[in-house]
C-alpha cells in the first residue's frame, strides 16, 4: 500500500508534520532509529509547558499520542536511499525492504562534529554547549568560554555575555577587527588568542581550557561552535539544492518547506539552521500541513 507520506526522522519536526497528518486521517510511516540530536543533554528547556523535561520524555509521549492515530505506523529503521519521484517515491530502509509513499518529508537532524581538541566529547551536552537559551541559565554567571570556529563567533559572544563573564577563545580561527573589538568590548568580552590543544576537569568541576604555550583558563562551561551535517545520505544522492548557513549548508526549501525535487519536504534543523525544539516542532507542524495540501491541490 502506498502512503501518503513517509517522513524521515522522528524527532521534534517528524512527530509535529505527522500529528497534522494523522489528523486529516492520512496514512503516515515514520522511520527513526531513536538517536536524537539532544540526546547528549540530560534536560530540555525554554520549551514552553515543558521546561526541565528530559528531551526523550518529551518524544516518548508525542510518539504515544501518536499512536493513538490508527493511520500512523513507526518503523525503528534508517532510510538507506530514495528512488521515485512525487506520488511514486521508494524508500529503502535498513531493514531491506521498501516503503512507497506520494510524499516524503526529511526531518532527520544534524550530526554535530565537534572540533578534534581532546576533552570535548566527553563533555557534549554537560559542561560543552552550543546553545545559551538551552543551557544558559543553569550554568548561573560566572566565567564563561566561546571557542570560536566562524567569524560568526564575534556576534554569538555578545549575546552569551548576558548569561555569564565570557571570554573568546580565538583558536587561530579569527582575527577580530576593529568593529569587532568594539562590539566585545562593549558586551564586556575578553579576547584571548592562542591555540586551545585540550580540555580537562572533573565532573561537576570547572573546566580548564589548556593551550600551546602551557597556560591555560578556567571556566564554568565552554560554548563551542560545532558543524553541522544533514544526517542522511539522501539529499546529495537525490542532488538537492543547499544553502549556506552560520552552522553549515543547509537544506534550500521553498515557503512551504519543499526541496528542489518536487515532493520532497524538509524540516527542522536541516531545514532552518538554528537548533531549537520549538523552532523545529513548529517547523514540522508548517511542513506537514503544506504537505497535506499539495496531496489535495496538486499545484500547491
Known sequence: MTEDAVIIGGGFAGLSAAMQLARARRRVTILDTGAPRNRFASHSHGVL??????????????????????????????????????????????????????????????????PTIPGLSERWGRTVLHCPYCHGYEIDRGPLGLLARTADAIRLAAII?????????????????????ALLEQRGV????????????????????????GSAAVVKALFVMPESRVRSAIPHERDLAFRESPIGQIIATDEGRQTSLPGLYAAGDIALGPANITFASA???????MLHHSLILPAH
Open 49 to 114: 509547558a515543558m521546561d526541565g523535561r528530559p528531551g526523550a520524555d518529551i518524544l516518548a509521549t508525542a510518539r504515544a499520542q501518536l499512536a493513538t492515530y490508527d493511520t500512523v505506523t513507526f518503523r525503528p529503521v534508517e532510510a538507506t536511499k530514495l528512488d521515485g519521484d512525487i506520488d511514486a517515491f521508494r524508500v529503502a530502509t535498513s531493514d531491506g525492504e521498501e516503503i512507497a509513499g506520494r510524499r516524503v518529508l526529511l526531518a532527520t537532524g544534524f550530526e554535530d562534529v565537534l
Open 161 to 181: 555575555a548576558d548569561w555569564g563573564d565570557v571570554t573568546l577563545f580565538t583558536n587561530e580561527a579569527i582575527e577580530p577587527d576593529a568593529a569587532a573589538i
Open 190 to 213: 575578553n579576547i584571548r588568542s592562542g591555540r586551545v590543544l585540550a580540555v580537562d576537569g572533573r565532573e561537576g568541576e570547572p573546566l580548564s581550557v589548556q593551550f600551546d604555550g
Open 283 to 289: 517547523d514540522g507542524v508548517k511542513a506537514g500541513v
